[in-house]
């Protein structure tokens, strides 16, 4: 890079820099806080910490302002910013042309019944020669990680509970709007209604992931809708492997469940869609930024036959979605979905029915 066509610190243009420190940087420019850039990269603190110290050494400049209440970026960190923005899209981009065409492709579809297995099975019938393998891990959050990380290549959820500094190194495109709803003893004096109003639920606290950490998009999701209605959120609790041990679980605590209309069954007990308003989940398929695959190509068939064939992306009237998801579904090209959303921090002053 000549003098005058970057960002030059102390007089010197920086050369040979690691990726993981421009990541490291980047992701804390983003948050503009350690532990939530951190928990985003899936590395300690005290890692990212010596990462952001080594890389300011190697510039010879303080990107950082830190004090005990706030990290804000200085004027040479807001110059490199948009530099390290561009060499980790091209790393990114490096990494995908390189990966094997006729590989096969691994997607995550959460669960044996869901959106993603549609989209996998419409995909594997249209084009059968390529090979799509099947995931069923629950949650996006941890799936967005295992993406970044390389041990994955598609998976389907909630786009808008993603960290920042993830979400602006993934594509994804809107799927569609899943009707919530709640899965509920046989017992329990609301099962015998085909539909719950959401109020109906004031007093009861619904199991939505709280402690998993693989699924805290949805968690996120059950706080915003709950804020305000007399709902609680179930004490987090460790995570859980499986589909028979989540429904031992459950009938064991005698939880109700958040859930979507696209839910296994389970034994004993109900699942009742919610209503007035009609709660959705935003469903989106994400996948590595750069990524080149004739699978994937296959799966945004898939997509768009089957959204299109069943009216997936149309909102009912009167429905409930959260502002960020709204904004991200407003969006699309995936070249303009911003990595920071809208009021992060304000996800739970919203009335009931905002959104």
Same mark, same amino acid.
């Given at each position: ?65 830190? #004090? ?5 970026? *200085? ?27 006729? %590989? ?42 295992? /993406? ?24 994804? =495109? ?21 539909? /719950? ?17 693989? *699924?805290?998009?949805? #968690?996120?999701?059950?706080? %915003? ?21 989540? /429904? ?23 699942? =009742? ?23 994937? #190509? ?50 739970? #002053? ?6």
């Amino acid at each position: 890079m000549a003098s005058g066509e970057g960002p030059v610190f102390n007089g010197r243009v920086p050369h040979d820099l690691e990726p993981r420190l421009l990541r490291a940087f980047t992701a804390v420019a983003e948050e503009l806080h350690f532990s939530r850039a951190a928990a985003a990269l899936y590395v300690a603190q005290q890692a990212l910490s010596r990462d952001i110290r080594r890389l300011e050494r190697e510039l010879g400049a303080e990107l950082f302002v830190r #004090t005990t209440r706030r990290v804000e970026l *200085t004027a040479d960190g807001e110059r490199l910013l948009p530099y390290a923005r561009r060499v980790l899209a091209a790393q990114d981009e490096l990494a995908a042309a390189f990966a094997a065409a006729d %590989r096969p492709l691994l997607v995550d579809v959460s669960a044996p019944v869901s959106t993603g297995r549609r989209v996998l099975d419409e995909a594997r019938a249209t084009a059968p020669g390529s090979e799509l393998i099947a995931r069923f891990h629950s949650g996006l959050t941890g799936a967005a990680a295992d /993406i970044l990380a390389g041990r994955l290549d598609v998976s389907f959820g909630r786009v808008a509970g993603l960290a920042p500094a993830a979400l602006s190194r993934l594509d994804h =495109r809107p799927v569609r709007y899943e009707p919530m709803a709640v899965v509920l003893s046989q017992e329990h004096p609301l099962a015998r209604l085909e539909r /719950i109003p959401l109020d109906a639920l004031a007093g009861e606290t619904l199991y939505a992931g709280a402690g998993n950490p693989t *699924t805290a998009e949805w #968690t996120d999701l059950a706080e %915003r809708l709950f804020a305000g209605r007399g709902i609680a959120v179930a004490a987090p609790f460790p995570q859980i492997e499986g589909e028979a041990e989540f /429904i031992r679980l459950v009938a064991k605590h005698r939880w109700p469940v958040l859930a979507t209309t696209e839910f296994v069954d389970m034994p004993g007990a109900v699942l =009742r869609p919610l209503v007035d308003p009609v709660p959705l989940a935003l469903v989106s398929m994400v996948w590595r930024r750069g990524l080149r695959h004739p699978g994937l #190509t296959a799966l945004h068939e898939a997509v768009t036959a089957l959204a299109a064939a069943g009216r997936w992306l149309h909102r009912p009237a009167g429905s409930w979605l959260p502002d960020p998801d709204a904004h991200l579904a407003a969006l699309p090209d995936p070249d303009a979905r911003p990595a920071v959303l809208p009021d992060p921090d304000a996800r739970l #002053t919203a009335p009931p029915g905002a959104g």
